[in-house]
Nanobody
Framework: QVQLVESGGGSVQAGGSLRLSCAVSESTYRTYCMGWFRQAPGKEREGVATIRTDGASSYADSVKGRFTISKDNARNTLYLQMNSLKPEDTAMYYC????????????????????RGQGTQVTVSS
């Protein structure tokens, strides 16, 4: 069982930045896939970014060029650097992980990853 704990959410104005963190209970080096998805009120969950054990990453079109996913294997922590935030980025952000290669590691498989955190709220005002 992999436990994930998100932090770093908050309220910012449009154009601002936030960095989300996700503390992982097991080695991020050995975790095949990790990523972030989000859910806004009344909307479906949306995959945001993934990072594979070898460092390869993928992003949703809506965040490309603005968000950067990374991980610190020494700290077993996953990050999401969010720049140029827009009001439409407002959502609860969750980290997710999978130790197996069963679902692959791309935006489309994020919502199937078995391990998830409790989420951290991001609110962007105009």
């Amino acid at each position: 069982q992999v436990q994930l704990v998100e932090s770093g959410g908050g309220s910012v104005q449009a154009g601002g930045s936030l960095r989300l963190s996700c503390a992982v209970s097991e080695s991020t080096y050995r975790t095949y896939c990790m990523g972030w998805f989000r859910q806004a009120p009344g909307k479906e969950r949306e995959g945001v970014a993934t990072i594979r054990t070898d460092g390869a990453s993928s992003y949703a079109d809506s965040v490309k060029g603005r968000f950067t996913i990374s991980k610190d294997n020494a700290r077993n922590t996953l990050y999401l650097q969010m720049n140029s935030l827009k009001p439409e980025d407002t959502a609860m952000y969750y980290c997710a992980a999978d130790k197996s290669t069963l679902y692959g590691c791309w935006i489309g498989s994020l919502l199937r990853l078995p391990y998830r955190g409790q989420g951290t709220q991001v609110t962007v005002s105009s």
